[in-house]
């Protein structure tokens, strides 16, 4: 039988939600910029069977790395993110948007050998009707190498030695270079390094704890879990083993999560709220920004998993590239 533990007491997980304030954490990774295109259907065209969309506004919101970093800063902490973009708009926007979030964006390089990663969603609906995306169209082109992303390494040892916890959020744009990770994580023991990467998992030996969905999961053991408990609690020891990490967490979508801890059984998280999602985009985010600085701010794993899996259950009930402050996650735990 899987093991599904107690949840810790309410006013235990609303503690620990308070200690995020003040925190600091350095977000290392792929920022991207989310493009939002809304309008209202029309009708159907006569050129071809495709809806006709009356335009009616756009904008560009941090994706990537960059919704990481808001979802940190919206639940109280001060976060430095470290990254490229290009010299271009979209880069413009995507700084201008983290900055006003109140985030350190010093050591975001705009760089003039490419362009900054735009993910375009075109959201359309009815006059009657909520917007949905009907569309995305991405222009994802990793950096060339000839500035490789190494170059930040030295930035990111002289910057974890003023923070608490550390992101990396790699979406395999080539921002993030793994072995610099290792060489450089194995100089810092003791320091929470919480990782996100899409295709890269096993590539980042040493890190405190990874939170793969369950499609990065099946593609780092390279086999299918087809909703198999068995199979998940398989895979999470073995990549638990080759990491080398104390933690690992696997989201499972309408499943929960799986938690899995050196020397521990594995423990499973039911979803949290209602099965009525809204829009899954970013919610990878929120998991990593609230378990990075829950384990931060010294809370011990399940705990930390608790409030993560109830703070991605609000996070799915937002359209597009959202945020969960910590009053909404507090409210959550309290069943306000």
């Known amino acids: 039988m899987p093991h599904s533990p107690q949840p810790a007491a309410t006013e235990d997980l609303c503690s620990a939600v308070e200690s995020f304030a003040g925190r600091r954490l350095l977000v290392w990774g792929d920022f991207v910029a989310d493009r939002f295109l809304h309008g209202s259907t029309t009708r159907v065209s006569r050129e071809a069977p495709a809806l006709v969309l009356r335009y009616e506004g ?4 941090p994706g990537g790395a960059g919704n990481a970093a808001l979802n940190a800063a919206a639940l109280g902490a001060e976060v430095i993110a470290c990254g490229f973009v290009g010299d271009d708009a979209a880069g413009v926007a995507l700084l201008e948007a983290l900055a006003t979030a109140g985030i350190n964006v010093d050591h ?5 050998d490419g362009a900054t990663p735009v993910k375009t969603r075109v959201m359309a609906g009815g006059q009657h009707t909520v917007r949905q995306q009907i569309l995305r169209i991405d222009d994802e082109r990793p950096w060339s190498q000839s500035a490789p992303c190494s ?3 030295e930035q990111i ?4 030695a003023e923070v608490d916890g550390v992101m990396i959020s790699d979406y395999g744009l080539a921002t993030v270079c793994a072995s610099a990770a290792r060489e450089w994580m194995a100089t810092t023991p003791g320091l929470p390094v919480v990782l996100d990467s899409r295709h890269r998992l096993l590539e980042f030996v040493g890190v405190t704890a990874a939170t793969p969905n369950e499609g990065e999961a099946e593609e780092a053991v390279r086999r299918a879990f087809a909703n198999d408990l ?10 638990t083993a080759n990491l080398g990490c104390d933690h690992l967490l696997i989201t499972r979508g309408s499943h929960g999560m799986a938690v899995f801890s050196q020397g521990q059984e594995p423990a499973h998280l039911p979803t949290h709220g209602t099965h009525e999602i ?4 970013g919610a990878g ?3 990593i920004a609230s378990f990075t600085l829950a384990l931060a701010a010294g809370v011990e794993v399940l705990p930390a998993a608790q409030v993560a899996n109830v703070a991605a ?9 959202a945020t969960v402050t910590s009053a909404e996650l507090l409210g959550a735990l309290r069943g306000a």
């Open 58 to 61: 756009e904008e560009v919101r």
């Open 108 to 112: 975001i390089s705009r760089r003039h």
């Open 151 to 153: 170059t930040i390494a």
């Open 157 to 160: 040892t002289e910057l974890a």
């Open 230 to 239: 068995e199979a998940v609690e398989v895979a999470g020891a073995e990549i």
């Open 278 to 281: 809204a829009d899954v985009t």
């Open 285 to 287: 985010d929120t998991v």
């Open 313 to 321: 259950g609000l996070a799915v009930l937002k359209y597009g590239t």
